[in-house]
């Protein structure tokens, strides 16, 4: 069977690329579609094969072969076991699972950081998989944000690319939406300093960067 996206039981699996995979769990099945702060406008899915036998289901996307066993519980490790295949490579990934070759995330700022901070995970691991949880990532009504309501449960998603890195990018951009490049004199000089400066301090600043030949595309 072939659909854009298979309810069964309690979960809902959609795919929006081959590599990637969104695993919902709700209890009373009903499923959020809003968009969220990282999904803020979800594409349209791409068609997942899928077959049903008992309590079993198991999905294919083309990366992702999944398989989910309904039995009332919340996904873990006992109920859903996905295998990403690419080429050669090959990997098992279930609920829970540590990512300890995963490349690292990001941090938000680095205000107040006087020594080395763990980023997190990011996107891209060695395991060639990685997964970002969106179960309390609030979400965006008529264009305005709102906390998920009490009923919400389980909603993920599951990047499965092996090594091909790019892919893993484009499949992120497919559902997170493109990513806008910076306005060029962003990536200039900037001077920044947390002090009372007057608008008189301001200009002297500019004059001293002109007179010393310095380049100066931002002040803050």
């Not at 009332?72 to 300890?100: E, K, M, T």
């Not at 009372?196 to 001293?208: A, C, G, H, L, M």
Request: charged letters at 25%; one cysteine or more.
């Amino acid at each position: 069977m072939s659909a854009a996206s298979l309810v069964f039981g309690s979960a809902r699996f959609t795919a929006y690329a081959p590599e990637c995979l969104r695993l919902e769990w709700q209890k009373d099945g009903r499923f959020i579609d809003a968009g969220s702060l990282f999904a803020e406008d979800r594409p349209e899915p791409i068609p997942i094969s899928s077959t049903i036998q008992g309590e079993i289901c198991e999905i294919d996307t083309g990366a992702i072969r999944l398989r989910y066993r309904n039995d009332g519980r919340p996904f873990c490790d006992g109920n859903v076991r996905a295998v990403i295949q690419r080429d050669s490579f090959l990997a098992v990934w279930h609920p829970g699972d540590a990512d300890p070759r995963n490349l690292g995330g990001t941090l938000p700022t680095l205000d107040g950081f006087s020594r080395p901070r763990d980023p997190g995970d990011g996107l891209l691991s060695r395991n060639g998989w990685s997964f970002i949880d969106d179960s309390r990532t609030h979400l965006l009504v008529d264009g305005w944000v709102e906390p998920r309501p009490e009923h919400a449960g389980l909603d993920g998603y599951l990047f499965g690319y092996g090594l091909d890195y790019a892919a893993a990018l484009r499949a992120l951009t497919r559902l997170a939406g493109p990513i806008p490049l910076p306005r060029r004199c962003t990536l200039g000089s900037w001077y920044s300093r947390w002090h009372k400066y007057t608008s008189r301090d301001f200009r002297e600043i500019v004059r001293e960067y002109e007179a010393r030949g310095f380049p100066l595309d931002i002040l803050v």
